[in-house]
């Protein structure tokens, strides 16, 4: 295998993750919110601040989103690197301005034998990570439906 870190059955990890954009942003746009994706916000504290940009987001309403496509391990094992970077956006979440709302939009993939969806298990063990003003959907590519699990 020339790519061993390449998701099965697709040509990149980068477009895997440019069709789930395109999907959250089809299912906002179907409820009259227009995203932009790379969009750029200054976030920080303390009276610093940097520019951060998100995967979809808008100024009218004020909304940020971070998507994320990421399954479960091929030995059904939980992704442990992967789950770090959703730890980081709930970072970039917390240094967001309050008048944004925000999303964590990610794939729905339910593990083989416990039937848990990836969401669930991080909520059940990253739950105090996640700011209260954070929205977490799961988004069925299937039927392209999605769900606020959080």
């Not at 303390?46 to 808008?58: I, P, Q, V, Y």
């Not at 399954?71 to 992704?79: E, F, I, L, M, Q």
């Not at 980081?88 to 967001?96: N, P, S």
Request: hydrophobic share 40%; charged share 25%.
């Amino acid at each position: 295998m020339d790519h061993p870190f390449q998701r099965l059955g697709a040509d990149s990890n980068a477009r895997v993750g440019s069709d789930f954009e395109d999907l959250v942003a089809t299912f906002f746009a179907k409820q009259g919110i227009e995203l932009m994706r790379n969009f750029a916000l200054s976030i920080g504290h303390l009276g610093k601040s940097k520019r951060h940009r998100f995967d979809l987001g808008t100024d009218d309403p004020p909304m940020i989103i971070e998507c994320k496509s990421h399954k479960w391990t091929a030995g059904g094992n939980s992704p442990s690197a992967k789950l770090t970077v959703w730890n980081e956006a709930m970072y970039f979440f917390h240094l967001a301005p309050a008048r944004y709302r925000k999303c964590l939009c990610v794939l729905l993939d339910r593990h083989a034998r416990s039937n848990l969806s990836l969401a669930r298990h991080y909520l059940n063990n990253h739950a105090h990570l996640i700011p209260p003003d954070v929205e977490v959907w799961e988004f069925d590519e299937t039927r392209s439906g999605a769900e606020r699990v959080h």
